[in-house]
Structures are given as C-alpha cells and as structure tokens.
C-alpha cells in the first residue's frame, strides 16, 4: 500500500457545486496532515492544515478521520479559480526528522 | 524574503551530459527538500536535508544523482550523466515547523 494514496480524477465540477476529495494514508502515527494546492505548472502552495478532527477556511473543510485513515478536503460554492490540483501531504517521523511525503494528486476541474 | 530561489527555471540539455540544479532556501529554515515531479509518478521526494546534512536519500533514482548541502543557503542537485528519462520538473522546498514553501522548479528537459 503506498503511504498516501489519492483519487487522481479529474473531477469535472460545475461553478456552484460542493465537491470533496479523500486521501488515504498508511502510517497510523501521523499526527498532522495538509492539503496542498499545485496550480499548472506552479509549485505546490499549502491550502490547509489539520491538525485535529478538522479544519474549516471559508468554503473548504478539510477533516481527519484517524481510525479510518483518511483526511477529507471539501470545496463548497466552487469557483472557476479552484480548478486545480489537490495534493494530499503526511509528514511522517524518519530518523526523528520530520519528511514529507505527497499524494500523486486530484485534479479538479469547475466548468461554467 | 524572496522565498525559495532555484535556478535555472529552465534547462535544455543532451543526453550524457552533467546537469546541475540549484536552490537557495529560506533563511532560517532547517530542513530542505528536493521533490521530482512527472506526469506518470507525480511528487517523489529524492533526499532531504536536516541542519545542511542528508538524512535520507533513498529518493535518489541511482548514483547518477547526487546532491549536497554544503552551508545552510545553498544546495545542489547534480545529474551525470543525463538520461531523457531524468526529464521532469524539480523542485526545492524548505521548511518551517508548519509549512513546506516550494520554489518555482527547474524544468528539466533532456533531449
């Protein structure tokens, strides 16, 4: 099983609708989780962090679910501008450093 | 700060040749990371370092790659010899404790 693991879509949206990712992750003892957003051939900028049960920035949710695994990004309302890829990052303990390991991505499209 | 500087933005090479790819983190920040990206394998982390020294390198595709850390402003990521295969974009990233900051990559492309 990879160590985190992403529905590559793409998710093909219209303007307006509530759209949500899940990325699932292998090493039980991370503790905190992001979301990341990669915008055609830009670099990976932070969207959010979670660090709890959840996190909520104005029309994105992002929740954990630590039995299960997974960490969530919901979108509602969405605009034109979130088209986008989504990278779902786990830091995990290596050695006693901390490294990052990226999900492959969901690619989300919102269409007029 | 100008955050994460890399340098060349772009770079065209031939097979067989040595390519040299370099960052400057942000000031301050402890740990440095070299990223590939493809469209078949997406983000693959290749090393990173902690305090300029390499912890884990298990990324790295073959000792073709190399990398170094020489102060805590500069690092390097060294191809040689080139493969078309090596072409992809590549990142640097620097960490604080609550977020990575990518630079803007080097797009590699190896003819």
């Known amino acids: 099983r990879k160590e985190v693991e992403q529905d590559p879509g793409p998710f093909n949206v219209p303007e307006g609708a509530t759209v949500a990712f899940n990325c699932t992750y292998s090493?039980?003892?991370?503790?905190?989780f992001f979301w990341y957003r990669q915008d055609c051939r830009k670099e990976p900028k932070l969207l959010m962090s979670v660090y709890s049960s959840g996190n909520e920035d104005g029309r994105f949710t992002a929740q954990l679910n630590r039995a299960s695994q997974y960490i969530s990004l919901l979108i509602r309302d969405s605009k034109l501008s979130d088209s986008a890829t989504y990278l779902c990052v786990v830091p995990h303990m290596d050695t006693g450093r901390r490294a990052l390991t990226f999900g492959s991505g969901t690619r989300l499209q919102v269409q007029p | 700060d100008a955050g994460v500087i890399q340098s060349p933005r772009h770079e065209v090479t031939e097979m067989g040749q040595e390519v040299t790819l370099r960052c400057k983190p942000i000031?301050?920040?402890?740990?440095l990371f070299w990223y590939r990206q493809t469209m078949m394998r997406g983000l693959e982390l290749l090393i990173y370092?902690?305090?300029?020294?390499?912890?884990?390198d298990s990324g790295m595709p073959e000792d073709r790659f190399s990398a170094k850390m020489p102060n805590a402003s500069f690092s390097t990521l060294k191809i040689q010899p080139s493969e078309p295969r090596d072409s992809a974009v590549y990142f640097c990233a620097s960490t604080s404790d609550t977020e990575a900051f990518f630079g803007q990559g080097t797009r590699l492309t190896v003819v």
């Open positions: 000031s301050g920040h402890n740990s």
């Open positions: 370092f902690n305090n300029n020294v390499p912890i884990d």
């Open positions: 090493n039980s003892a991370s503790q905190s």
